[in-house]
């Protein structure tokens, strides 16, 4: 059973019904009274209001079921979908981020390496976690292990899920938009296939960070926007409120995200959001990244990078002589 | 005992610190510096050596050699590809920072000799949204970049940016992908990328070609971060100390090769560009003036 902090708004008529079905069963079991038709009615007033909700989704809404805490993480995908993960720790120069990590694993018994942003579950994870926020360690992490990939020719995949970067005095210290930017350059150049997912929060640059891959594909209720909604509105609305203007302006949902070419494939999500269904979503994940991989493979490395440098290079509309390019 | 609240004249040092006047305060003495004699010495405070903003006209203007600056791609102008409206529509808000900046967008390329040596470059300007980048800025930034690659000269890219353009969302965002994969085609060829960051370079900018040159230099007193103090605040409740992401700062901290002044920019890169690219002393021809 879930906790009621975690019911999102927009979800409250749902919980309210599951409340009423609740009581409908428990009072058949207590009074003995058949009360099927009754329960039966609810149960299709649940669906129906299940489906209304969720087919008309605002993209504010799709980005707090991106933020929700029950939400699977990219080490969940990792046990869902990868055999033997063996997590390879630390930037060799300062210290082992855990918001950013990764490592070898097998998919369907291939070889891959994986580089994942990662949020805590509990509290005490949370912080361990960062709140899912990378320091420099973590890119430079993130760029010794897809060096390694490129080294043994193993296929990149990456898995992001950060609010954003750390914008914090030992982040800006150490440089954490050269460790950002180093990635966007060197994930341009490297000669092994790549793809990545964005499981939940795309955040600006510390997504981007580990982005930069021939394919991106993202779950239908995740969200990637150069900057966070609750910002955009407090610069440009001057109040915090109007993030869901914000998030509806910024486009930042993954049907506006496609059709924008930002992204390659959007994953299906099991009714009302991947934590509903974890495997199923797991499951749609696999399919996609089994079908990515097998077309990125068939291609030569030079097709693939030409392919790559292509696919950011027109990414953005501008007018020039009075037409619109892209 | 009652005293009366004294009376002072702010001035604001600011996207507007561009003097309009007759005279500007000097934000770090306090002077008083005729706008006049700041023109003439390429915007930097004749006595204290302050640098105040300059606009990317007159940078170039006194950048390359008399008459050798051709510039490129004046066309690419931003679109509205998203639609965007807050206060007020995103393509009123970019006629107001032509007419403002009096420029087609936030940064200006083309070629030009540096001394007589031909390079490619993009200037931004802070005036134009606060060099905020969106599509165009990245995509003359990146043509920028592909003209080096092409005719095999080197590149200077000098920043001033408050960050990404919001209104174009995840397009501005892709424009750090699309400048940066352009600057690993450059490297891969053995050219040259020298990046000059000017007061202020922040945000998506910082995080993506203006950290990536093969040398870095930095304008005296410049701005320089990922984040800004009001974000960090807001996140972490850490208050920044003073002088943090400054220039002279992130040269303690290992992020810049130099602090250049203004005054002796051009014969700094024509030095440094001798030795990267043409990999042998060269005498600067002693007649070359700048325009």
């Given at each position: 059973m879930e906790s009621p902090?975690?019911?999102?708004?927009?979800?409250?008529?749902?919980?309210?019904?599951?409340?009423?079905?609740?009581?409908?069963?428990?009072?058949?079991?207590?009074?003995?009274?058949?009360?099927?038709?009754?329960?039966?009615?609810?149960?299709?007033?649940?669906?129906?209001?299940?489906?209304?909700?969720?087919?008309?989704?605002?993209?504010?809404?799709?980005?707090?079921?991106?933020?929700?805490?029950?939400?699977?993480?990219?080490?969940?995908?990792?046990?869902?979908?990868?055999?033997?993960?063996?997590?390879?720790?630390?930037?060799?120069?300062?210290?082992?981020?855990?918001?950013?990590?990764?490592?070898?694993?097998?998919?369907?018994?291939?070889?891959?390496?994986?580089?994942?942003?990662?949020?805590?579950r509990d509290p005490k994870e949370r912080i361990l976690r960062n709140f899912g926020m990378p320091q420099p360690e973590g890119y430079r992490k993130a760029l010794r292990l897809m060096r390694m990939a490129e080294k043994f020719r193993l296929p990149l995949i990456t898995f992001i899920d950060t609010p954003g970067a750390f914008p914090g005095i030992e982040s800006e210290a150490r440089h954490v938009s050269e460790a950002i930017a180093v990635n966007l350059r060197e994930?341009?150049?490297?000669?092994?296939?790549?793809?990545?997912?964005?499981?939940?929060?795309?955040?600006?640059?510390?997504?981007?960070?580990?982005?930069?891959?021939?394919?991106?594909?993202?779950?239908?209720?995740?969200?990637?926007?150069?900057?966070?909604?609750e910002g955009c509105a407090a610069i440009l609305w001057k109040d915090n409120a109007a993030a869901p203007l914000a998030a509806a302006a910024l486009k930042v949902s993954a049907d506006h995200l496609e059709s924008l070419g930002v992204v390659d494939e959007v994953i299906p999500e099991p009714s009302g959001g991947a934590h509903h269904d974890p495997a199923q979503a797991a499951s749609a994940l696999k399919y996609a990244l089994q079908k990515h991989l097998n077309d990125l493979r068939a291609l030569d490395t030079e097709k693939l990078l030409t392919a790559r440098y292509e696919r950011f290079r027109h990414l953005g509309v501008y007018e020039e002589a009075g037409t619109v390019r892209s | 005992m009652h005293f009366d609240k004294p009376t002072y004249t702010v001035r604001r040092s600011r996207k507007k610190d561009i003097p309009k006047g007759l005279y500007t305060k000097d934000p770090t003495t306090g002077d008083i510096v005729f706008n006049k004699e700041a023109e003439d010495?390429?915007?930097?405070?004749?006595?204290?050596?302050?640098?105040?903003?300059?606009?990317?006209?007159?940078?170039?203007?006194?950048?390359?050699?008399?008459?050798?600056?051709?510039?490129?791609?004046?066309?690419?102008?931003?679109?509205?590809?998203?639609?965007?409206?807050?206060?007020?529509?995103?393509?009123?808000?970019?006629?107001?920072?032509?007419?403002?900046?009096?420029?087609?967008?936030?940064?200006?390329?083309?070629?030009?000799?540096?001394?007589?040596?031909?390079?490619?470059?993009?200037?931004?300007?802070?005036?134009?949204?606060?060099?905020?980048?969106?599509?165009?800025?990245?995509?003359?930034?990146?043509?920028?970049?592909?003209?080096?690659?092409?005719?095999?000269i080197p590149c200077i890219i000098f920043s001033a940016s408050g960050g990404a353009r919001m209104q174009e969302g995840i397009y501005s965002l892709m424009q750090m992908a699309k400048t940066s994969a352009a600057l690993g085609r450059l490297g891969q060829a053995g050219l040259p990328f020298i990046s000059v960051l000017t007061h202020p370079t922040m945000g998506g900018v910082t995080a993506s070609f203006a950290t990536l040159g093969d040398v870095i230099l930095a304008e005296p007193g410049a701005l320089v971060g990922f984040a800004g103090a009001r974000v960090i605040k807001d996140t972490t409740k850490q208050t920044l100390p003073a002088g943090f992401q400054t220039a002279e700062f992130l040269l303690k901290h290992g992020l810049i090769d130099q602090i250049v002044s203004r005054?002796?920019?051009?014969?700094?890169?024509?030095?440094?560009?001798?030795?990267?690219?043409?990999?042998k002393k060269t005498a600067a021809p002693a007649a070359v003036a700048s325009s």
């Open positions: 902090a975690y019911v999102l708004e927009f979800e409250k008529p749902l919980r309210e019904l599951a409340r009423q079905l609740d009581e409908l069963r428990q009072r058949s079991i207590e009074t003995h009274v058949d009360l099927a038709t009754e329960i039966h009615a609810i149960e299709q007033k649940i669906e129906a209001t299940r489906r209304d909700i969720y087919s008309r989704l605002t993209s504010w809404q799709k980005v707090q079921i991106a933020r929700h805490p029950r939400r699977p993480y990219a080490l969940d995908y990792i046990r869902a979908l990868f055999e033997d993960f063996q997590e390879l720790h630390g930037d060799r120069q300062f210290k082992d981020d855990q918001a950013l990590i990764g490592g070898t694993a097998f998919f369907n018994g291939e070889a891959v390496m994986i580089v994942a942003q990662q949020k805590g994930m341009a150049l490297l000669r092994t296939p790549s793809i990545s997912v964005v499981v939940g929060e795309g955040g600006s640059g510390g997504a981007l960070g580990i982005g930069v891959t021939d394919r991106v594909l993202i779950f239908e209720n995740s969200y990637y926007s150069v900057i966070s909604p | 010495n390429q915007m930097v405070a004749p006595k204290s050596g302050h640098h105040f903003p300059i606009g990317a006209r007159a940078r170039i203007a006194k950048l390359f050699d008399e008459g050798t600056f051709a510039e490129a791609d004046a066309g690419v102008k931003s679109s509205d590809p998203l639609k965007f409206v807050d206060s007020q529509p995103y393509p009123e808000r970019i006629k107001r920072y032509e007419k403002d900046s009096g420029l087609p967008e936030a940064v200006i390329c083309g070629t030009g000799k540096i001394l007589g040596l031909e390079v490619s470059v993009a200037v931004m300007d802070f005036r134009f949204c606060g060099g905020a980048m969106g599509a165009a800025a990245g995509e003359k930034i990146t043509r920028a970049i592909e003209t080096a690659l092409d005719r095999r005054l002796d920019l051009r014969e700094r890169l024509h030095e440094l560009l001798s030795a990267l690219h043409l990999r």
